[in-house]
């Protein structure tokens, strides 16, 4: 699996704005799986997510990883094609047509990264709280200027580099950390849903 896929279709956005796709594409992300296996965790109907796992399938953005037979029927277990998409070569050529469906995509990925923390949290060791030093936790309203905001972006390509050399050079005796760096500007819309 490559670290990150640079989409180039249009239709490819179109088919990873459905908010269940975004979720069956969270689910398979670290571990293949089948869609019965995720229909049992997303608690959705198999059909259903057959179909969107063959939407996927059709516009290049998920792979079968392997195959198995279990009672006569062949299993397909599904990956994505790399751990991160990029839309930034669509925008380039599809910004105006493209910003609405970018922009609730992009916030239902957020909210499913959210997610995502909330039950790993819930699930982990509760004696884990009890020793601080092993949780890094930061939380900040910052007003940012253009210059402080590029100098961010930076250190956070910086980071995002420095994790995905660790990924590569996995070591045995290392420890599985959950890591979620998230930033964006905060602006009240005009006229908020009541």
């Known amino acids: ?11 490819q956005l179109k088919v990873i704005s459905d908010p269940l796709r975004l979720k069956v594409l969270w689910e398979i992300i670290d571990e293949a799986k089948t869609g019965k296996m995720i ?3 997303l608690e959705a109907p198999a059909p259903k997510i057959h179909y ?21 029927i062949i299993q397909k277990f599904y990956r994505p094609i ?12 599809h910004k105006d047509h493209v910003k609405n469906e970018l922009s609730d995509t992009l916030r239902e990925n957020v909210l499913i990264s959210l997610g995502k923390t909330k039950s790993y949290l819930r699930r982990v060791d509760s004696r884990l ?11 900040e309203q910052l ?3 253009e210059a402080q905001i590029q100098e961010f972006e930076k250190k ?5 580099e420095l994790m995905n050399s660790f990924k590569i050079n996995r070591q045995q005796d290392g420890e ?6 998230l930033a964006f500007p905060f602006r009240e819309p005009e006229y908020p849903d009541e």
Do not use: C, P
Request: overall charge negative; aromatic content about 12%; charged content about 30%.
């Open 129 to 139: 709280f009890e020793e601080w030093k092993q949780i890094k936790f930061g939380y």
């Open 39 to 41: 229909a049992d965790i």
């Open 82 to 93: 790399a751990r991160n998409f990029s839309v930034e070569n669509i925008l380039k050529q």
């Open 176 to 181: 599985l950390y959950h890591m979620l760096l």
């Open 143 to 145: 007003y940012l200027n």
């Open 156 to 160: 956070a390509k910086e980071l995002q």
């Open 52 to 72: 969107h796992l063959k939407e996927l399938d059709r516009v290049g953005l998920i792979t079968v990883e392997k195959t198995e037979e279990k009672n006569g």
């Open 1 to 11: 699996m490559q670290e990150i896929y640079y989409m180039e279709d249009a239709e």
